[in-house]
């Protein structure tokens, strides 16, 4: 099983729910948001073999990215995995647009020739991020929640980039929507706990499950073949950073 976006660090106790991933066998990428909060997060990972630590530079925090510039180039060769990284042109967001794209380029620019799995916050943003990305000429991505047009889903289609899906999309007749214009093998599996929940408690990586179920019945399929569908787009996904 994979959960491809899970904020550990913001649960109550991120050691407790990193332990019952591992012990689920789920490979968990553990996306942070700033630079100070992946070295405050090592801990959380320590030696288990099935969470990754990945960099982040959260879009809604644009104002305290410029501090942390320089951590973000020194901790970037500390790992394959960065995330959550893009852009949100949202009502919450609106107000820091242009330091967001200022901050998102800059990820791109240190990322240049830099294989890495990244996970792209796009809420509100879709095609400026698609257009951006297409500038630095990254692909592939994994657009993180996707919920914007279906045309600029097919941009980003046929730019190879990838979509994480999670428990909120699958409830929801936009997100079903959404998840049924994506190709099969674009496709991969997250919670996004503990943003997402189900019923009164966050998603944990250990509810994958519940993504994986509601993927086979839009798919018309077992869950164990749309588990099997994701585990190999993730292995072609990350095959570069075998290298």
């Given amino acids: ?45 320590g030696g288990r073999r099935r969470v990754r630590l990945a960099l982040g530079f959260h879009p809604l925090l644009a104002e305290q990215h410029g501090s942390e510039r320089d951590k973000f180039q020194k901790l970037m060769r500390d790992t394959s995995f960065i995330g959550e990284v893009g852009l949100d042109f949202s009502p919450e967001g609106r107000a820091t647009a ?55 889903l097919e941009h980003a289609v046929s730019d190879g980039h ?16 959404v998840i049924a214009a994506i190709p099969q093998n674009r496709i991969l599996t997250e919670t996004d706990g ?23 019945q839009i798919w018309k399929v077992a869950p164990v073949a749309a588990r099997s569908v994701v585990g190999a787009n993730f292995r072609e996904l990350i095959a570069p950073l075998r290298h």
């Fill in 1 to 45: 099983m994979l959960d491809s976006h899970c904020h550990l660090d913001l649960y109550p106790e991120p050691s407790a729910v990193a332990d019952r991933a591992e012990a689920a066998g789920v490979f968990t990428i553990m996306v942070t948001n700033l630079p100070s909060a992946y070295e405050r997060s090592r801990s959380h990972v």
């Fill in 98 to 152: 242009n330091l967001q794209i200022e901050s998102f380029e800059f990820v791109l620019r240190t990322l240049a020739h830099e294989p890495k799995f990244i996970s792209i916050h796009s809420r509100g943003a879709e095609a400026r991020v698609i257009e951006l990305l297409r500038a630095a000429h990254r692909s592939p991505v994994v657009l993180h929640w996707y919920a914007g047009p279906i045309a600029v």
């Fill in 162 to 177: 990838y979509f994480s899906v999670n428990p909120a999309m699958i409830r929801s007749k936009r997100g079903q929507k």
């Fill in 194 to 216: 503990p943003f997402v929940t189900l019923g009164k408690r966050p998603a944990e990586p250990t509810d994958i499950q519940v993504v994986e179920e509601g993927l086979a």
